[in-house]
């Protein structure tokens, strides 16, 4: 039977467009549909370690970069000096993406290679011995030897097993103008935890952080942010925060030159079926960080791999859909990624049900790990061992609270410890 193309990605998100290109740069014929126009700018604000981005040889893609890099992990205090406004100084750059540069980074390589571009949402999938078809809503019908689903947190075709409750971060910020610069200039804050704007019930509540950043020309980017949580933190909730903290150190907003609400990250998304004849990549395939959020990174590191393993699974012109999928699976989520992903888990199970007393001192043992230690946690490159050996030194460190809090057993811990164990089932 014929084919329109080898490859036909879904979507044009980051996730599609990073194995798309990966794919171009192999010699696979790849079509991508997507529902919107693929040059339409990405809604969020894409963060990621200076390192990280250095060590992929692509920090000409970061539109903004900081070198004092801090978070608070005090309760915060009136008094300027008070040690509860210490900072934790995190010695290593943070930058934001040229969202942009991004895109076109992905996009050029596919313009260099081969590839169909079809506009139009995927409703259907079937797929047989030899081939796979997508029809879209209007009808039309396009043929490939492997399908990659990249649609997002809610995936079109993609079978993901059902875990229990999606632990969803939310947020909302906003970019602005205010009456006296809201955090130091130049200043990056990853999470400011202070918490003497809050009343005591409020403190009972679950804990926000605010995530800023200094934009330059006197403009800031604030975000009031939640952990995962299930259920998620209503968005009310996290403005009246952004608010009540400003107001507390007596700033006004002057100038709101973009808001950001109604953001929501799912953080543990379970790894997909790895048995179906679909492969996924990004956000889809479970590959956003549990702990971080932080999606990009591994995109840009885990796409040449699996376009490589798809590449040469394609080779053999008898592999069915599945066959293939199932190689393009071996290289997305070998076992000791899976293994990973379920400590992860475990961890984030763990933080969604600590107080804000409990969290502040879980972030400074977290941050007192050596700087490869956190830095390998937040990026996933350490290796499971090294991973293992991290969450070990960290719960030693840690205070009895903590400890304490680490040692409850009151969700899903049980049954991710088997996962870690035994990641196959
Ligand atoms: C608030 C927020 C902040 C984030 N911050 C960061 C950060 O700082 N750093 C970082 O690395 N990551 C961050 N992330 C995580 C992650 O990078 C993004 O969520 C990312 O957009 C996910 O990429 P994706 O391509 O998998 O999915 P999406 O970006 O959701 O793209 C899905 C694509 O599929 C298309 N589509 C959907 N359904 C169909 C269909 N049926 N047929 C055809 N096309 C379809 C859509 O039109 C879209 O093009 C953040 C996420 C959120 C929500």
Same mark, same amino acid.
Not at 80 to 90: E, R, Y
């Given at each position: 039977?014929?084919?329109?193309?080898?490859?036909?990605?879904?979507?044009?998100?980051?996730?599609?467009?990073?194995?798309?290109?990966?794919?171009?740069?192999?010699?696979?014929?790849?079509?991508?549909?997507?529902?919107?126009?693929?040059?339409?700018?990405?809604?969020?604000?894409?963060?990621?370690?200076?390192?990280?981005?250095?060590?992929?040889?692509?920090?000409?893609?970061?539109?903004?970069?900081?070198?004092?890099?801090?978070?608070?992990?005090?309760?915060?205090?009136?008094?300027?000096?008070?040690?509860?406004?210490?900072?934790?100084?995190?010695?290593?750059?943070?930058?934001?993406?040229?969202?942009?540069?991004?895109?076109?980074?992905?996009?050029?390589?596919?313009?260099?290679?081969?590839?169909?571009?079809?506009?139009?949402?995927?409703?259907?999938?079937?797929?047989?011995?030899?081939?796979?078809?997508?029809?879209?809503?209007?009808?039309?019908?396009?043929?490939?030897?492997?399908?990659?689903?990249?649609?997002?947190?809610?995936?079109?075709?993609?079978?993901?097993?059902?875990?229990?409750?999606?632990?969803?971060?939310?947020?909302?910020?906003?970019?602005?103008?205010?009456?006296?610069?809201?955090?130091?200039?130049?200043?990056?804050?990853?999470?400011?935890?202070?918490?003497?704007?809050?009343?005591?019930?409020?403190?009972?509540?679950?804990?926000?952080?605010?995530?800023?950043?200094?934009?330059?020309?006197?403009?800031?980017?604030?975000?009031?942010?939640?952990?995962?949580?299930?259920?998620?933190?209503?968005?009310?909730?996290?403005?009246?925060?952004?608010?009540?903290?400003?107001?507390?150190?007596?700033?006004?907003?002057?100038?709101?030159?973009?808001?950001?609400?109604?953001?929501?990250?799912?953080?543990?998304?379970?790894?997909?079926?790895?048995?179906?004849?679909?492969?996924?990549?990004?956000?889809?395939?479970?590959?956003?960080?549990?702990?971080?959020?932080?999606?990009?990174?591994?995109?840009?590191?885990? $796409? #040449?791999?699996?376009? &490589?393993?798809?590449? *040469?699974? +394609? =080779?053999?012109?008898?592999?069915?859909? @599945?066959?293939?999928?199932?190689?393009?699976?071996?290289?997305?989520?070998?076992?000791?990624?899976?293994?990973?992903?379920?400590?992860?888990?475990?961890?984030?199970?763990?933080?969604?049900?600590?107080?804000?007393?409990?969290?502040?001192?879980?972030?400074?043992?977290?941050?007192?790990?050596?700087?490869?230690?956190?830095?390998?946690?937040?990026?996933?490159?350490?290796?499971?061992?090294?991973?293992?050996?991290?969450?070990?030194?960290?719960?030693?460190? $840690? #205070?009895?609270?903590? &400890?304490?809090?680490? *040692?409850? +057993? =009151?969700?899903?811990?049980?049954?991710? @410890?088997?996962?870690?164990?035994?990641?196959?089932?």
């Amino acid at each position: 039977m014929s084919t329109n193309v080898d490859t036909l990605v879904l979507g044009a998100g980051p996730g599609a467009l990073a194995i798309a290109a990966a794919l171009c740069n192999e010699k696979v014929h790849v079509g991508i549909l997507s529902s919107n126009e693929p040059r339409e700018i990405w809604p969020y604000t894409y963060g990621i370690w200076g390192e990280e981005v250095d060590s992929l040889g692509l920090q000409s893609l970061l539109k903004h970069r900081w070198v004092d890099t801090v978070s608070f992990f005090g309760e915060g205090s009136k008094n300027k000096s008070s040690q509860k406004n210490l900072p934790t100084k995190h010695s290593l750059d943070y930058g934001l993406f040229d969202k942009k540069k991004l895109q076109e980074y992905w996009l050029k390589q596919c313009d260099d290679g081969s590839v169909e571009w079809y506009r139009g949402t995927a409703s259907k999938l079937d797929i047989n011995d030899s081939i796979s078809s997508v029809t879209t809503t209007k009808g039309d019908v396009i043929k490939a030897r492997l399908i990659v689903d990249a649609t997002g947190y809610e995936p079109a075709f993609l079978k993901v097993p059902k875990e229990g409750d999606i632990a969803v971060q939310t947020c909302y910020g906003i970019v602005g103008k205010f009456s006296s610069p809201p955090i130091d200039k130049n200043q990056f804050i990853l999470m400011d935890y202070r918490c003497d704007h809050l009343s005591q019930s409020e403190k009972e509540e679950p804990p926000t952080f605010l995530y800023a950043m200094d934009m330059g020309n006197d403009l800031f980017f604030l975000e009031e942010t939640s952990l995962g949580l299930s259920p998620p933190l209503k968005l009310e909730v996290l403005k009246n925060r952004l608010e009540k903290r400003l107001e507390h150190r007596g700033i006004k907003i002057t100038h709101i030159e973009h808001e950001e609400h109604g953001l929501f990250l799912p953080m543990n998304i379970p790894i997909p079926d790895l048995n179906q004849a679909i492969l996924g990549f990004g956000g889809s395939a479970g590959m956003v960080h549990p702990a971080s959020g932080y999606l990009v990174g591994s995109l840009l590191r885990r $796409a #040449p791999s699996v376009a &490589k393993a798809i590449a *040469f699974a +394609m =080779k053999d012109i008898n592999k069915s859909p @599945l066959d293939i999928a199932k190689e393009g699976w071996k290289a997305l989520w070998p076992k000791e990624l899976r293994r990973k992903q379920a400590l992860y888990h475990f961890g984030l199970e763990k933080l969604m049900r600590f107080k804000e007393e409990q969290l502040r001192s879980f972030f400074l043992s977290f941050f007192d790990l050596s700087k490869e230690q956190w830095y390998g946690f937040l990026t996933n490159s350490l290796s499971l061992s090294q991973l293992v050996k991290a969450m070990w030194t960290m719960f030693q460190k $840690a #205070p009895l609270n903590v &400890k304490w809090g680490l *040692f409850e +057993m =009151k969700g899903r811990e049980f049954k991710l @410890l088997i996962k870690f164990l035994s990641p196959s089932i």
